[in-house]
């Protein structure tokens, strides 16, 4: 297992941007395809981005395509969220995650075995 903590999160004005890290250490990091899920209140986890072992391949959720971006320096075993343009719905909790699984063009979260412990993003409109 892979140990994962996020940081970057919380509040910032809609139209405003943040950039989320994700610190791993404990296995060989470009071992695995990574991902940010994001979980609201109320509702189910979803998946925001992944990125596949050598950053070569990448998915967003639609919601976010054009304004978030996902990137990883295996060099700092460390995974990213780059978020631009932020709007109130985009407030949750955000979680990146490992998974051994690479390249494919769907992950639901049960193919992740590694989670970090969540970094709140707000969002005021």
């Known amino acids: 297992q892979v140990q994962l903590v996020e940081s970057g999160g919380g509040l910032v004005q809609a139209g405003g941007s943040l950039r989320l890290s994700c610190a791993a250490s404990?296995?060989?990091?470009?071992?695995?395809?990574m991902g940010w899920f994001r979980q609201a209140p109320g509702k189910e986890r979803e998946l925001v981005a992944a990125?596949?072992?050598?950053?070569?391949?990448?998915l967003y959720t639609d919601s976010v395509k054009g304004r978030f971006t996902i990137s990883r320096d295996n060099a700092k075993n460390t995974l990213y969220l780059q978020m631009n343009s932020l709007k109130p719905e985009d407030t949750a909790v955000y979680y990146c995650?490992?998974?051994?699984?690479?390249?494919?063009?769907?992950?639901?979260?049960?193919?992740?075995?590694?989670w970090g412990q969540g970094t709140q993003v707000t969002v005021s409109s």
């Open positions: 995650a490992a998974t051994r699984y690479s390249g494919r063009s769907y992950y639901s979260a049960g193919d992740f075995g590694s």
């Open positions: 404990g296995r060989t990091f470009n071992n695995y395809a």
């Open positions: 990125i596949s072992w050598n950053g070569g391949s990448t």
